[in-house]
C-alpha cells in the first residue's frame, strides 16, 4: 500500500471514529512512526510502505480510533516553543494554557531576576516555557506527584534546563514557604465532579483525574487555598496568575478579591472564554528588582 492511501484510509477510520482532525491525527501518526517531516509525506505519497511500518502505523490508528490520545501514542506534546514528552502521569498541554505563559512573560518584562513559580507544574511545560524565555529568571516548580515531576525533569533536561530550574514535591505552595516570590502562575485542577462525564474521552479517561478533578470535586477550592498560601510568599504588589474554566470569572475574582488581592485583568481566549485571571499582592513592588530567592 503507497503512503497515500494508507493516510486516505487511516483518516476515514478516524474520522468514522468521530475524531475532527482525523487527517492531521493520521499524518502525524505516520511521521512519528517514520521519522518524516511533513514534505516527506509529499514526496512520498507514492511510494509503498514496507509492511512493518503498515502493520505499526494501523495499530496506533486503531489505538487513536478508541480515543487514546494522539500525545500518548507518540509521546510528545507541543506547547508554546516546545516539545514535552508526556504521559498518562501528567495533563497534556493544552493550547489556551499559552495565554498564561504569555501574560507571565509580559508581566516580568520589567523585572530582573524574577522569581517565578509553577504550582501544579505536570509536565513543565509552564515553568520550562518561562526558563526558556527568561534566562534570568529564577524558577520553581511544585508538583504533588513524584511520577510527574520525573517527567517535568526529564523536560528540563531535554531542553537544557536542568540547571535552571528548581523541582519541589508537595501541596500546592507548601514547599516555598520562607522564599519571596515575584510570581505565581498555575493551572490547578478546576473540573467539577459533576463535569467530568460530559468531557472528551481522550481527557476524561487518560488525562490523570487528579490534574482535572480538585479534591471533593470543588472546583474553586484550589483558587481559595492559592489565594490563601499566595498571601505568604508573593512579595508586595506581586502577581497571581491562573488559568480558569468557563464561567468561574466571577468567583474566581471574588475569592482572590476576598483575600486581600487586587484583580488586574482577565484575559479571554481565542473562542473569547474568560481564561486567566491576574491578580496583584497587597502593597507596591518595585519593577527593577532583582530576584533573592
Do not use: C
Request: no cysteine; net charge negative.
Amino acid at each position: 500500500m503507497t503512503v497515500g492511501a494508507a493516510l486516505a484510509r487511516a483518516a476515514a477510520v478516524l474520522g468514522d471514529a468521530g475524531i475532527a482532525t482525523a487527517r492531521l491525527d493520521a499524518e502525524l501518526l505516520l511521521r512519528h512512526l517514520a521519522g518524516w517531516d511533513a514534505a516527506a509525506l509529499i514526496v512520498r505519497s507514492n511510494d509503498e510502505l514496507p509492511h512493518e511500518t503498515l502493520d505499526r502505523f494501523e495499530q496506533l490508528v486503531a489505538e487513536r480510533a478508541r480515543r487514546r490520545p494522539l500525545q500518548h501514542l507518540t509521546g510528545v506534546a507541543h506547547f508554546w516553543r516546545h516539545e514535552f514528552r508526556v504521559t498518562p502521569d501528567v495533563l497534556i498541554p493544552r493550547p489556551e494554557t499559552e495565554h498564561l505563559v504569555e501574560a507571565a512573560l509580559e508581566w516580568m518584562r520589567p523585572f530582573e531576576r524574577p522569581v517565578v513559580v509553577d504550582v501544579g507544574t505536570g509536565s513543565g511545560s509552564i515553568a520550562l516555557s518561562l526558563a526558556a524565555e527568561r534566562p534570568d529568571a529564577i524558577v520553581h516548580a511544585v508538583d504533588l506527584s513524584p511520577a510527574a515531576l520525573a517527567i517535568a525533569s526529564h523536560n528540563a533536561a531535554r531542553l537544557g534546563l536542568g540547571e535552571r530550574v528548581h523541582f519541589h514535591e508537595g501541596d500546592l505552595l507548601a514547599p516555598m514557604r520562607g522564599h519571596t516570590v515575584d510570581l505565581i502562575a498555575s493551572n490547578p485542577p478546576y473540573v467539577g465532579a459533576d463535569e467530568v462525564e460530559a468531557l472528551a474521552p481522550e481527557v476524561r479517561d487518560h488525562d490523570p483525574r487528579t490534574a482535572l478533578v480538585p479534591p471533593g470535586g470543588d472546583r474553586f477550592s484550589i483558587y481559595r487555598r492559592l489565594a490563601t498560601g499566595g498571601r505568604d510568599v508573593l512579595r508586595p504588589g506581586g502577581a497571581l496568575m491562573v488559568e480558569i474554566g468557563q464561567g468561574m470569572e466571577g468567583e474566581v475574582s471574588r475569592i482572590f478579591e476576598a483575600a486581600g488581592f487586587r484583580v488586574e485583568r482577565v484575559i479571554r481566549d481565542l473562542q473569547s472564554i474568560p481564561r486567566v485571571v491576574i491578580a496583584s499582592a497587597p502593597g507596591r513592588g518595585n519593577s527593577t528588582r532583582s530576584g533573592t530567592s
